[in-house]
Structure formats: structure tokens, C-alpha cells
């Protein structure tokens, strides 16, 4: 009788471990199905995001752009220039009284800056630092090339070597590059912009008062002259027309252009 005893409790352990092992397989196999899975859909994800993607100057979640893709192309169109100005669709700063400690505090952003970008003068670096251009296949005065990362960093601190954009302009289908873009957090207040760069030397300015046409409507159909950078700033005109109502799109931004030898065109606005 030992015997039978002793053999059930062997076999007892076999299936116990049997069954054990068939538990870590499954799970190791569910495992090892999930992680391929994640990598797949990121791999798929990495696909099908644009590439000219300018969404690292709205963190976090980085979503306007793919919300509202006429809206960013608005906003992109308002600032592809060094003489922006503010307009119904785009609010600036208002210039602080010139003083030496701010004018200093700018030479020393600019300073730190031009060091910083000179090896991206070659774009192909840029793209390999991993930068990404916005629209490169719409004519533009200037090429905005943003860094995810360094839109990141800009959300938490000011890194006068870390712009969030490089802006290029094309030369004989060459883009070189003139300057940078700052980005800060759209929650910030003016003061708190003025610490990262003085408002008595430039202006930060933000896109604003967006009305994009209605979902579904074909380009050729929109009245441009009322939606995107047309007439209609207030929402309730936006509602009036059946359109798609858009307060801001994007964080706050202003443009340095380090390698200027004119003083008074490096903070252009």
C-alpha cells in the first residue's frame, strides 16, 4: 500500500508541475504575443504619423495638428515670415521698456544658440538629430524643422541650446538655415515668457481665434475669405457659419535669428 501511495503522490507532482509549466508557456507565449503586438502597432504608428508633423510645439499630448490640420496649416502660413504682425488671428506681446539687464540676458540666449545649431547649417544633420520638417512639399518663406525632444524639454525648462524649431529658407531647392523657434506651454503668463526671453527685446506671440470650415466640406467649396485666416475671429460667428471653432493651436512661440549681423533683426518680429 506505501507503494501506490508513493506513486500517486510522484504522479500528483508531475501534473502538478505539468501543469505549471503549460501555465508559464501560455503566459510567456501571451507575453511574448503582446509585446510583438505593441511592437508591431508601433512600427505602424511610426508609418502612418506625418512627417511633417509641427504637433512637438503643442505638448503634452502634441494633438492640434492632427486635430486640426487646416488650422495648423493657417498658423504655419501666419508666421512663414520674419515680419509677422498681429492680426485677429494672432496675438504678440506687447514690447516692455528696453533696459541693459534684458538686452544682456537676450545676447547671452543668442550667444549659447548659435554654437549650438551651427553644425545644422548641413539640414541632413538636422534629420538624422532627428528633426522633422513641417509641410515640405507647400512652397514656404520659412521651413520650420521640429525637434519632438526639445519640445518636450521646453514644456519643463528653457535650454537656450535646445529650440523646439529650426527655420530654413530653400535656396536653389538647398535649405539653409537663418534661425530658431522657442516654444513655451500655452498656460504660461506673461511674466513667465519674459523670464525665458525678455519681452523688451522680442515678442512671443501665439496663433488664436481659428475658424476652420465644416467637417466634410472639399477645399475648393471653402469660402477662404471667412474661414482659417479669413473675417470670422469671434466663435459666435464660427457657430453662425457652421464651422469648427479653434481658441489656439500650439504652445506660445518666438523666432531668433542668431546669425544676423543686423542687432536689430536677430529678435525680428
Avoid at 539687464?101 to 541632413?124: F, G, M, S, T
Avoid at 496663433?207 to 470650415?213: D, S
Avoid at 473675417?231 to 459666435?236: D, G, L, N
Wanted: hydrophobic residues 40%.
Amino acid at each position: 500500500m506505501k507503494r501506490p501511495e508513493k506513486l500517486s503522490r510522484v504522479v500528483k507532482l508531475f501534473s502538478a508541475a505539468a501543469v505549471a509549466a503549460s501555465l508559464a508557456t501560455l503566459v510567456g507565449a501571451q507575453f511574448c504575443a503582446a509585446q510583438s503586438q505593441s511592437q508591431t502597432q508601433k512600427q505602424q504608428d511610426a508609418k502612418e504619423k506625418p512627417v511633417g508633423s509641427m504637433a512637438g510645439m503643442n505638448m503634452p499630448g502634441m494633438s492640434d495638428e492632427a486635430a486640426h490640420p487646416d488650422a495648423a496649416r493657417a498658423a504655419n502660413d501666419d508666421m512663414s515670415h520674419m515680419g509677422m504682425a498681429m492680426n485677429a488671428h494672432m496675438f504678440m506681446t506687447a514690447l516692455r521698456p528696453a533696459n541693459a539687464e534684458d538686452e544682456a540676458r537676450a545676447e547671452k540666449i543668442v550667444e549659447e544658440l548659435r554654437p549650438a545649431i551651427e553644425k545644422y547649417k548641413d539640414y541632413r544633420v538636422t534629420l538624422e538629430d532627428g528633426y522633422r520638417i513641417f509641410m515640405p512639399n507647400v512652397p514656404q518663406e520659412h521651413y520650420h524643422f521640429t525637434s519632438w525632444r526639445n519640445a518636450m524639454r521646453a514644456q519643463f525648462r528653457f535650454d537656450p541650446k535646445r529650440p523646439t524649431s529650426l527655420l530654413y529658407k530653400k535656396v536653389n531647392g538647398e535649405y539653409v538655415l537663418e534661425g530658431a523657434m522657442y516654444t513655451a506651454p500655452k498656460r504660461f503668463s506673461e511674466n513667465q515668457l519674459n523670464k525665458r526671453v525678455p519681452l523688451s527685446v522680442a515678442r512671443w506671440h501665439k496663433h488664436v481665434n481659428l475658424c476652420l470650415p465644416p467637417k466634410g466640406m472639399a477645399a475648393s467649396e471653402v469660402n477662404w475669405k471667412e474661414f482659417g485666416q479669413g473675417s470670422i475671429a469671434t466663435e459666435e460667428a464660427c457657430e453662425a457659419a457652421g464651422g469648427r471653432w479653434v481658441p489656439q493651436i500650439f504652445n506660445w512661440m518666438v523666432h531668433v535669428y542668431p546669425f544676423e549681423t543686423d542687432p536689430g533683426k536677430i529678435w525680428a518680429h
